[in-house]
């Protein structure tokens, strides 16, 4: 059974930082690309990083450019998402997602690559 497990949320100041991490098991995580994704209430879910699953390619929405960084960990099968500067905007259900194969078109930008999804971890920026 595949699980995705996010962890790292919670509640920070505008100018603050936090670390996500997504936790998966019962997939062979190298094969995978991973992706973040978020959504507030009454919006679209919203691309936010993604990287390749050699880790050597990286995309980020131009929202978060400069100020999130998504990494992986082969041997402990983990994603992050390192968030600086955050905004009261970056509120949000951040989510990791897996793709065992991105499309030339989205190249792990849209949501339908990808193959498993987590929970979410909450995101609260206040200003």
């Known amino acids: 059974q595949v699980r995705l497990v996010e962890s790292g949320g919670g509640l920070v100041q505008t100018g603050g930082s936090l670390r996500l991490s997504c936790k998966t098991s019962?997939?062979?995580?190298?094969?995978?690309?991973m992706g973040w994704f978020r959504r507030t209430p009454g919006k679209e879910r919203e691309f936010v990083a993604t990287?390749?699953?050699?880790?050597?390619?990286?995309f980020y929405a131009d929202s978060v450019k400069g100020r999130f960084t998504i990494e992986r960990t082969d041997t402990e099968n983990t994603a992050y998402l390192q968030m600086n500067s955050l905004k009261p905007e970056d509120t949000a259900l951040y989510s990791c997602?897996?793709?065992?194969?991105?499309?030339?078109?989205?190249?792990?930008?849209?949501?339908?690559?990808?193959?498993?999804w987590g929970q979410g971890t909450q995101v609260t920026v206040s200003s």
């Open positions: 019962g997939l062979t995580f190298g094969n995978y690309a």
């Open positions: 997602a897996a793709g065992r194969q991105l499309s030339v078109n989205c190249r792990g930008r849209c949501a339908s690559e990808y193959d498993y």
């Open positions: 990287i390749t699953y050699t880790g050597e390619i990286t």
